[in-house]
């Protein structure tokens, strides 16, 4: 039996406006999306040449965090690989940290999926393109795609148009801290797009947007998300400290679809201290983790 063990890690949305709704009832976006140093433990462990007709999935969570292993993006992946590949006789065993929130917006489910289908190419040492598996990863999400290259990226159309953001904005990436945490409720993706269809705030300059923060040394007060105002709206105690930190010098930003939210900033004590505020005025609440703004 081989094994592999991977970080299955998340994503904030450091920008992310909806330009508009596409012909296709979609909406039009563009996205800065930045990998983050945080995740779900995956340890993937396959035996090949089994007698199977079919791969036999084994899924084994080790934490609080419960999800529904029959319906959920592993499963999907394991079943887009086998019918791209052809390859079936074999059995596989997934153990699963799980560590981002679910509804957070940090993109856990497209990650584990992207993942797993990263896990079965290594595996069987690569059957397919990385064009291949990222044309897979879409069938599975929207987000999923992102998780193959793994790295700062900007997306457009449905999100599902990547390509790469300046190397000069990565650089400047690491002179940056991160915070980030999630309160105690989630937000399912269908839901948070069905409510901004209701009241809508479309941006017409997103373009402008993204290219201020790619060009300036210090972005932290740029990052924008278009589902902020009806989430802050629905969630008061959110809104109040949101108002608490922006008096303070703060900028924090829900990220993509979910109720997570992020701080950017040059100095981690001042991060430290916005963490402090957060659990003063939040409570106990699922994460807040202080990170690099750079993966390693």
Request: glycine share 6%; hydrophobic share 40%; aromatic share 12%.
């Amino acid at each position: 039996m081989e094994s592999i063990s991977w970080l299955s890690n998340a994503k904030i949305n450091l920008f992310f406006a909806i330009n508009g709704i596409r012909p296709d009832g979609f909406c039009d976006v563009s996205s800065i999306v930045l990998p983050i140093d945080f995740g779900d433990n995956m340890v993937f462990s396959l035996q090949k040449n089994t007698l199977n007709q079919r791969p036999t999935i084994e899924i084994f969570q080790h934490s609080p965090l419960r999800f529904s292993a029959e319906s959920n993006t592993i499963t999907r992946a394991v079943e887009l690989f086998c019918k791209q590949t052809a390859i079936r006789n074999f059995s596989l065993r997934i153990d699963i940290e799980k560590k981002i929130p679910i509804g957070g917006g940090f993109g856990g489910g497209s990650s584990n999926g992207a993942f797993t289908l990263k896990a079965l190419s290594q595996f069987y040492h690569s059957p397919l393109p990385k064009e291949h598996l990222t044309s897979l990863a879409q069938k599975i999400g929207t987000d999923c795609p992102f998780f193959i290259n793994n790295c700062p990226q900007m997306a457009m159309g449905r999100g599902d148009i990547l390509s790469s953001t300046p190397a000069g904005f990565c650089q400047n990436l690491i002179n940056y801290s991160l915070l980030i945490f999630c309160p105690s409720f989630s937000i399912s993706t269908d839901d948070a797009y069905g409510k901004f269809k209701q009241r809508p705030l479309f941006i017409q300059n997103s373009s402008e947007k993204i290219e201020e923060i790619f060009t300036k040394e210090h972005f932290e007060s740029l990052p924008f998300n278009a589902f902020q105002r009806q989430i802050l709206d629905e969630h008061t105690k959110l809104r109040t400290l949101f108002d608490h930190l922006y008096q303070l010098g703060y900028f924090p930003c829900i990220t993509g679809s979910g109720s997570g939210c992020f701080i950017l900033h040059h100095e981690c004590d001042a991060l430290r201290e916005a963490q402090r505020i957060i659990f003063k005025k939040l409570g106990p609440i699922p994460l807040c983790e202080l990170l690099r703004a750079a993966r390693p």
